[in-house]
């Protein structure tokens, strides 16, 4: 069975630092997608960034940016300079070729100014 | 943003009554997923479609059932309802890797 896991329930980070968010994962599946949303409070879930299981190269989005490490099934999420917006609950989640997305149980991220 | 909406955005309904949360999507989008959070919580998949008279229950089981008659439009509808189905229901439709949801549907069963 695929399972997607989130260790901190809670983080909080200062205005302008960083923070990264954990998340593991169990698939048996050799091809396959992991994501992390963002949803704020009382808005619609958005897609932050995402990472092709078969790339070995950790993808970036501005700045946001993740550590990938396919044999511990390792995919956390590193916000730089966090502002005020980024507060959110953030989910890790993946998905295999059988098309369905596992979600882990969300980090709520708070940003103290 | 996505162009996929759901209605309404919150509900307060009777214990026993019928209701539909609709949710459309104007993307073409084959796929099409319904899920279940409660406040704070994880989402649990409860149904999805891979197309048109294409419908699969979730891993969480659910009393309401779902169709799927136009690629654009994915009703869920619940017979009776109960205080055990207040949550939110999120709607989210997806042509590739990455899922859009809509905003939501607040339900609460008084």
């Known amino acids: 069975a695929q399972t997607v896991t989130q260790s901190q329930p809670e983080m909080s980070v200062q205005e302008a630092e960083t923070v990264t968010l954990s998340c593991t994962y169990d698939?048996?599946?050799?091809?396959?997608?992991l994501f992390w949303y963002k949803q704020p409070p009382s808005r619609q879930m958005i897609l932050v960034i995402r990472q092709e299981a078969y790339k070995q190269q950790n993808a970036t989005e501005n700045r946001f940016s993740v550590n990938f490490q396919k044999a511990a099934k390792s995919f956390s999420l590193k916000i730089s300079d966090s502002q005020l917006g980024d507060a959110a609950m953030y989910f890790c989640a993946a998905r295999t070729s059988y098309d369905k997305v596992i979600f882990g149980p969300g980090t709520s991220l708070s940003v103290i100014p | 943003e996505a162009d996929i909406y759901q209605t309404p955005r919150y509900l307060v309904i009777g214990t026993g009554k019928k209701i539909t949360l609709e949710c459309s999507q104007t993307m073409g989008h084959d796929k099409m997923y319904w899920y279940q959070q409660d406040p704070g919580m994880e989402l649990h998949l409860i149904h999805y479609s891979y197309g048109v008279n294409s419908t699969e229950k979730g891993d969480l089981s659910s009393e309401s059932t779902v169709s799927r008659i136009r690629t654009e439009h994915f009703p869920l509808t619940l017979e009776s309802a109960r205080p055990s189905h207040t949550s939110q229901y999120l709607c989210a439709s997806s042509s590739g890797d990455e899922q859009y949801f809509g905003p939501g549907t607040r339900l609460t069963v008084t």
């Open positions: 698939t048996s599946e050799s091809d396959y997608y």
